[in-house]
């Protein structure tokens, strides 16, 4: 498999972590969507990532699908996620919050860096978003007492809300306040601290 984006991405790092977590054996292609746009499309005509690209030549794109096939590979026995019902609801939910919290954020970053005359209330907007999707998230995880969102084991609520926080607080120094949000902020430790979090990092540089 070759999984293609790079790992600032917290779309890309938690495909990427996942995959190791599965033990499935993946070439990585840290191309920019940017700087190495022409590369990319030939996978992906979106020109976005991530984009894995599978042993037989078929390409998945998006986070979500990617995963769902991954979870699909390893099998239900060891899947990061329920595989039906109220569980996998209620993990879908935390993964989507998740997800449009690191879309907010990207979004944000584009607001700043492409665009010279900036919009006050699209800023204000993601702010507001970001700052309302976080203290779900605190209620939820707080409500939580296990080492993990939905109980002993890591599954992908835990790595997208880990990537995401990881993202808002590189690309938005202060937006992420850990004394507001404690419970949100114990949860990005435990999630850094594991080596396949570890072994996929790649600090985001904000250009003005």
């Known amino acids: ?18 995959l190791r977590l599965y033990g499935i054996a993946y070439e990585h292609r840290p191309w920019s969507v940017f700087s190495d746009a022409a590369e990319v499309a030939r996978f992906n ?7 894995l690209v599978l042993d037989d030549g078929e390409v998945l794109i998006e986070s979500g699908a990617i995963l769902d096939h991954l979870d699909e590979v390893a099998g239900a026995g060891r899947a990061l996620i329920a595989r039906q019902g109220p569980d996998r609801r209620r993990a879908l939910k935390v993964c989507a919050l998740a ?22 209330l699209w800023v204000e907007r993601c702010t507001g978003q970001i700052g309302a999707v976080l203290d779900a998230l605190e209620a939820d995880r707080a409500a939580r007492p ?8 890591i599954g992908h609520p ?10 808002v607080g590189e690309a938005h120094p202060g937006v992420f306040d850990r004394s507001r ?28």
């Not at 498999?1 to 996942?18: N, T």
């Not at 296990?146 to 084991?153: A, E, I, M, N």
Request: charged share 20%; glycine share 6%.
């Open 158 to 167: 835990d790595i997208a809300v880990g990537c995401a926080l990881r993202f």
């Open 146 to 153: 296990g080492p993990w969102w939905f109980g002993d084991r």
């Open 181 to 208: 949000w404690p419970a949100l902020a114990a949860h990005a430790d435990a999630c850094e601290a594991l080596p396949e979090f570890q072994a996929v990092v790649q600090p985001f540089a904000v250009s003005a």
């Open 99 to 120: 997800t449009g919290l690191a879309d907010k954020a990207v979004s944000l970053v584009y607001e700043r860096v492409l665009h010279q005359d900036r919009s006050a």
């Open 45 to 51: 005509p979106l020109k976005r990532v991530p984009t």
């Open 1 to 18: 498999m070759i999984l293609i984006g790079q790992y600032d991405s917290p779309f890309v790092r938690r495909v990427a972590i996942a």
